[in-house]
Structure formats: structure tokens, C-alpha cells
Nanobody, 127 residues
Framework: QVRLVESGGGSVQSGESLRLSCAAS????????ISWFRQAPEKEREGVAE???????DYAESVKGRFTISQDNANGTVYLQMDNLKPEDTAMYYC?????????????????????WGQGTLVTVSS
């Protein structure tokens, strides 16, 4: 079992930055890929960024050029650097593990195919 814990959320002004962290524990010897999702009130959960097992990354169009996903190879923590934040980025942000490393976060509904989730961290961006 893989347990994920997000941190780093908060309230910022438009144009500011935040860095979210996703720390894994439990069966960390198991191979998996980490993605970030977000869910705004009354909206479907949507994929934001993914880090594939070959190191490639992919992003939702709405965050491309502003968000960066990365991993600290020393401890396995996955980060989501969010720059130039906008009010429409306001949401609960979740990291999730994909044991097969096949999920494409840009695909609508892809959240249904992730295998483990963190509890989420709230990001609020005011104008």
C-alpha cells in the first residue's frame, strides 16, 4: 500500500507562486508514477501534471508554462511548482499514484484510473 501526503497549499494573490509537495510512504519499493490533480467546488476532478517513469512530463493546457512537476530522487518527494497563479487555479490539489504508469492526466475522467490518493491540500488564489 502506498500512502501519499500533500503539503504546501495556502492562500496567495494572483501572480504569486506556491510549491506543493507529495511525500510517499508505505510500499515505496513498488514502482509507480505520480500525477497531480485538482478539484474546484462543484467541478469534476481534473488532471494538472504527470511525471512519467522515463522522466517525461505532461501538463494540462491551462497550466502549461506556469506549473512544473519534478521529483527529488533522494527522497522520492514529488513537487508541483506553481507560478503566476490565477484565481481559476483555486482548488483542492491532490497527488495520486498510478501503479501501471499509463494514465494520461489530460484525458477527461483520467482520475478514475489512479490507484492511490493523498488527502489534498487547498490552494486559494485571490485577484
Amino acid at each position: 500500500q502506498v500512502r501519499l501526503v500533500e503539503s504546501g497549499g495556502g492562500s496567495v494573490q494572483s501572480g504569486e507562486s506556491l510549491r506543493l509537495s507529495c511525500a510517499a510512504s508505505g510500499d515505496t519499493d513498488r514502482h509507480y508514477c505520480i500525477s497531480w490533480f485538482r478539484q474546484a467546488p462543484e467541478k469534476e476532478r481534473e488532471g494538472v501534471a504527470e511525471l512519467d517513469d522515463d522522466g517525461t512530463t505532461d501538463y494540462a493546457e491551462s497550466v502549461k508554462g506556469r506549473f512544473t512537476i519534478s521529483q527529488d530522487n533522494a527522497n522520492g518527494t514529488v513537487y508541483l511548482q506553481m507560478d503566476n497563479l490565477k484565481p481559476e487555479d483555486t482548488a483542492m490539489y491532490y497527488c495520486a499514484a498510478d501503479f501501471a504508469c499509463v494514465v494520461v492526466v489530460r484525458t477527461p475522467g483520467s482520475y478514475k484510473y489512479l490507484d492511490a490518493w493523498g488527502q489534498g491540500t487547498l490552494v486559494t488564489v485571490s485577484s
